[in-house]
Nanobody
């Protein structure tokens, strides 16, 4: 089993910055792929960014150039740096871990472990 716990969600104004963190433990702490997903009210959960064990990253088009996914293996923590936030970025953000490296965009079913989520609110 693997446990994931997100933090860092908050309410910010458009143009603001947040950094989400996801502390992970268990399952030898070496997932093949980790990702951030988000879900806004009334919408399906969607992948935002992913990073594999070689630190190769991929992003959804609408966040490219604004968001950066990274991980600190020594601290067992996944990050999502979010700059120039827009109202459309408001959502519950989830981190997830997969024992495989799915192609982009990754299907939710490929991720075995999920955190509880952290809320991001962006006001215009």
């Amino acid at each position: 089993q693997m446990q994931l716990q997100e933090s860092g969600g908050a309410s910010v104004q458009a143009g603001g910055t947040l950094r989400l963190s996801c502390r992970f433990s268990g399952h030898n702490n070496r997932p093949i792929c980790m990702a951030w997903f988000r879900q806004a009210p009334g919408k399906e959960r969607e992948p935002v960014a992913a990073i594999d064990r070689y630190d190769s990253t991929t992003y959804m088009n609408s966040v490219k150039g604004r968001f950066t996914i990274s991980k600190d293996s020594a601290k067992n923590t996944l990050y999502l740096q979010m700059n120039n936030l827009k109202p459309d970025d408001a959502a519950m953000y989830y981190c997830a871990a997969s024992p495989v490296n799915p192609p982009w965009p990754p299907e939710e079913g490929r991720f075995r472990y999920w955190g509880q989520g952290t809320q991001v609110t962006v006001s215009s």
